[in-house]
């Protein structure tokens, strides 16, 4: 994807979510993800993920409408509901940036993934790095937690201390990285970043889920009844 990105001319890729899906600029973002979905699909690499059809990884008006869809449809709603709550569920407030900033909470292993992605994105692309950046400090869109994320976005130490009620509310959102040690380097990643759930949980997620203090049955039906206590 990163070649494709970078052979068709594009710093990024980037769509325009609200802009007309025919435009020169769009189109060639379009045909960059069909020539790497079809790469990829043919080449089985989402086979450990998805039960995927080789007819319609071929079938390009397929392929077509379905980008359109998740591009101007679902990204064009999210990037709607973060210009009117900046912030909210985004990793960063400070994308542009070879380093971004620290948010609150944030789990050390989701800055090391991202760090590395940045850095494997700018080599591909040449782009210089003069020197290694300080982390920015946390802004103040980046102070409201974010919701839709999984439980080790946060660290250990900062779920562990959120209330019942709070961890509850992301209890059920699983986990997404292993620990630090193993996203520092892209090597690291490239071990697990393809295995399917339940070999991820197996060989590592479930050591990590073993840090974070979920919410037990017991609190969580004091909860309910607490709820049923303030409906009265």
């Known amino acids: 994807m990163f070649t494709a990105v970078a052979n068709a001319g ?4 980037k769509p325009d979510v609200f802009g007309n899906a025919e435009s020169l600029y769009n189109l060639t973002h379009e045909h960059v993800f069909v020539h790497s979905f ?3 699909g043919t080449l089985f690499g989402y ?12 079938d390009d008006a397929f392929v077509r409408r379905f980008y359109r869809s ?7 709603d999210q990037a709607g509901i973060e210009g009117r709550r900046p912030g909210q569920d985004c990793h960063s407030d400070d994308e542009g940036g070879n380093v971004a900033r620290k948010k609150p909470g944030r789990d050390t292993a989701v800055h090391s ?7 494997r994105r700018d080599d591909r692309m040449a782009k210089p790095r003069a020197r290694e950046q300080q982390r920015a400090p946390a802004s ?15 660290s250990p130490d900062f779920f562990n201390n959120m ?3 709070e961890r509850a509310s992301y209890a059920k959102n699983g986990i997404a990285l292993p620990t630090e040690d193993h996203c520092r380097t892209w090597d690291a990643i490239q071990k697990w970043k393809g295995l399917n759930k339940a070999a991820f949980m197996a060989q590592y997620g479930n050591a990590k889920l073993l840090l974070y203090s ?6 969580l039906e004091q909860l309910r009844v607490d709820d049923l206590m303030d409906t009265d």
Do not use: C, H
């Open 10 to 13: 594009l710093p990024w890729f």
């Open 38 to 40: 079809r790469v990829v």
């Open 47 to 58: 086979s450990g993920m998805y039960d995927i059809k080789m007819a319609l990884v071929r």
């Open 70 to 76: 998740f591009v101007y449809g679902y990204m064009k």
């Open 113 to 119: 993934f991202f760090d590395v992605l940045t850095r």
């Open 140 to 154: 103040d869109l980046s102070r409201a937690l974010p919701t839709q994320v999984p439980i080790d976005y946060f």
């Open 163 to 165: 209330t019942v009620r």
């Open 214 to 219: 979920l919410p037990t049955p017991e609190e």
